[in-house]
């Protein structure tokens, strides 16, 4: 019989778990109540206690008590840190026993948890995209960077399974629920020697933040905006106003492809808020948004491999045989970015007033 | 700077990533139809950490800069007439069939025992470099396996800078998420960088860098000793291309007002 343990972390502010986390006891509870299989969650943070009373009621579905909750305390924890987060994974895990760890593939798990699989002789697999399998348990996950699609098995236990944010709704309690008591575990973690320190967060140097996870719409650019219009000039600040315009109307998150990001390191004219961290594909970010809209960027695969998990695709582009327009987009509209985008503009600048 | 670095960077082989790639099944499991066939290149993210490395070690008089590189001896060869003339470095190549599907423990296993037995690698002042995820298995756990099985107590991941001070400490620059980077001070080496893409642009081909690097790699492609990897239960139950191909409709004959019509329409749609 399976037993699972759900590693969860506090956010930022330390007063809340990470929506990842809340996906990750949903999909806990649901593959525990699949394989009738006993559920602990396990929580890294400072002061856990403020945590566990949403987590109330996340025992598997049918059941009334809480899922027992084991968690490390300590200012120690209040940093996403190697050695230290790895120290509290791998005594949850010592503690809880567990066959099957989830976690949420978050930056602070995933720079740890491979490490505490070694520790304990566990086996694990990242970017998971589904719990599944009728016959016994298997999980989906894609390699080549979202190309080829895997379902793969393991014997080893414990099996850390680390899942990728998006796939599962959030756990919320049922605020009608009976509150069954919180069983919450304190575990105790020598520490090794601390000799990293985190001092803080930078965003990159632009004047606002244009990556939002959150967004219904990624709109991309791709390194048309950046070459010769039919006047024979570049209009990089015009193409700059234009997009940044339309993602404060429309809330978008930007993506950008490769060859546009690198432009800047070669000393072209480029998109001043561009960064590597807007990179969408091959060696960018695979973002799950309901909707994309791609303008003046070819579709080419390594790019488009980045557009995965968006659900509608739009794009926006002056060659009638671009990739996009090769079964990679539902509708592609062969015009000039430049004007499309002025009147989208105008017409979500109306719309608001 | 008192402190010097020894520096190893791991770095496997992937296909070209304008390749189009066919799984197939083979007795060892599965693979990339014609894979040796297929052009290959440095793993795009290892790459940047080669190119980081590089510029570190020069930046750090002393300090010594080995590729750790794992893959076939053929494609390991063809693929370093290209990386060679980037930067100096001394190619440590483990000769394995190459693929995604290889698991990563027994990956990490051939990884770390080679570079425990690096002649002249001072442990205390490793920095074991590496991309953050490959894009062939794109896990993201191998070389922290690697920093583990070599006792690393310090990791970091997403990489997109490093500052090193002049006691040996540096700053670290992380990819978290919301698009911000997380900064940490370490104080020193040995410790695990997956990188990123960093910010330095790919080095121009230098010829004489090239050919004095072609010194030492040839020999070592010689000397290569193979590895077996052990598949540790990982079992596929099914390996297949996504069903990605979607009708697209071409529109040709709209005016930008009516195309910005009905994409405010559709970005509207269910919000």
Same mark, same amino acid.
């Given at each position: ?5 759900? /590693? ?8 809340? $778990? ?25 929580? !890294? ?10 987590? $109330? ?14 968690? !490390? ?18 005594? $949850? ?22 490490? &505490? ?43 850390? /399974? /680390? ?27 020598? /520490? ?51 997009? $940044? ?7 978008? #998150? ?39 809209? #791609? ?9 488009? &491999? ?37 009147? !989208? ?9 | ?14 296909? @070209? ?19 040796? =066939? ?16 590089? @510029? ?10 080995? =590729? ?104 670290? =620059? ?66 297949? =291309? ?10 040709? @004959?709209?005016?930008? @007002? ?14």
């Amino acid at each position: 019989m399976e037993s699972i343990l759900v /590693l969860t972390h506090a956010d930022e502010s330390g007063s809340a $778990l990470t929506k990842a986390s809340l996906e990750a006891v949903t999909a806990g509870r649901d593959l525990a109540a699949r394989l009738n299989a006993e559920l602990r969650i396990g929580i !890294v943070a400072a002061k856990p206690q403020l945590l566990s009373k949403g987590l $109330l009621c996340a025992a598997p579905k049918g059941l009334q008590c809480a899922a027992p909750v084991l968690a !490390v305390a300590g200012e120690a924890f209040a940093q996403a840190r190697f050695a230290s987060d790895a120290a509290a994974c791998t005594e $949850l895990c010592r503690a809880a026993q567990p066959t099957l760890v989830l976690a949420p593939h978050s930056s602070r798990f995933a720079r740890v948890m491979a490490a &505490v699989a070694h520790r304990v002789g566990g086996a694990i697999d990242t970017h998971i995209a589904a719990l599944g399998g009728a016959e016994g348990f298997e999980t989906t996950r894609w390699f080549y960077r979202q190309r080829i699609e895997a379902v793969i098995r393991r014997d080893k236990r414990p099996w850390f /399974l /680390l899942l990728e944010p998006g796939t599962n709704p959030a756990f919320a309690a049922d605020p009608h629920a009976p509150a069954a008591p919180s069983d919450q575990i304190a575990i105790a973690v020598e /520490l090794p020697e601390l000799r990293t320190q985190v001092t803080g967060f930078r965003a990159p140097k632009v004047d606002e933040q244009t990556i939002r996870p959150d967004a219904q719409l990624l709109f991309v650019a791709g390194a048309g905006w950046t070459k010769k219009q039919p006047d024979g000039q570049v209009h990089t600040g015009e193409a700059a106003e234009l997009i $940044l315009k339309f993602l404060r109307a429309s809330g978008a #998150s930007l993506g950008s492809s490769k060859s546009l990001v690198d432009q800047g390191g070669e000393g072209n004219s480029v998109l001043p808020f561009l960064t590597h961290l807007n990179q969408v594909g091959q060696t960018g970010a695979t973002p799950r948004h309901a909707k994309g809209l #791609s303008t003046c960027c070819h579709g080419e695969e390594p790019h488009v &491999v980045g557009w995965r998990f968006i659900g509608e695709r739009r794009a926006v582009n002056l060659d009638p045989n671009c990739g996009w327009t090769r079964g990679k987009a539902d509708v592609v509209y062969i015009a000039d970015a430049f004007a499309v985008m002025q009147r !989208v503009n105008a017409l979500l600048g109306s719309s608001d007033t | 700077m008192a402190t010097t670095f020894h520096i190893a960077v791991c770095a496997g082989i992937v296909p @070209d990533p304008l390749q189009t790639l066919e799984p197939t099944t083979t007795p060892g499991g599965p693979a990339i139809k014609n894979e040796m =066939l297929l052009p290959a290149v440095l793993d795009p993210w290892a790459a940047s950490a080669l190119y980081e490395a590089a @510029d570190l070690a020069s930046r750090v008089p002393g300090s010594k800069l080995w =590729l750790v590189s794992l893959g076939p001896k053929a494609r390991l060869q063809q693929v370093m007439m290209t990386v060679a003339q980037k930067v100096a470095f001394e190619l440590v190549p483990i000769d394995s069939p190459q693929g995604g599907f290889a698991d990563a423990a027994a990956t990490a296993e051939a990884i770390a025992s080679t570079i425990e037995a690096i002649p002249n690698l001072d442990r205390a002042k490793l920095l074991l470099f590496g991309g953050w995820e490959s894009a062939s298995r794109g896990a993201g756990v191998t070389l922290q396996f690697v920093g583990e099985r070599l006792r690393i107590a310090d990791q970091f991941f997403g990489v997109d800078q490093i500052i090193v001070h002049d006691d040996g400490s540096f700053e670290v =620059l992380e990819r978290v998420e919301g698009g911000k980077h997380q900064v940490s001070v370490c104080a020193g080496a040995p410790a695990v960088l997956g990188w990123a893409t960093g910010n330095l642009a790919e080095p121009r081909n230098n010829p004489q860098i090239g050919m004095a690097n072609m010194r030492t790699v040839m020999p070592a492609l010689q000397r290569a000793k193979a590895a077996a990897l052990d598949a540790n239960g990982l079992r596929y139950v099914a390996v297949s =291309l996504p069903r990605q191909q979607r009708e697209t409709r071409v529109v040709q @004959d709209m005016t930008p @007002d009516q195309i910005a019509a009905e994409l405010v329409a559709w970005i509207g749609k269910d919000r």
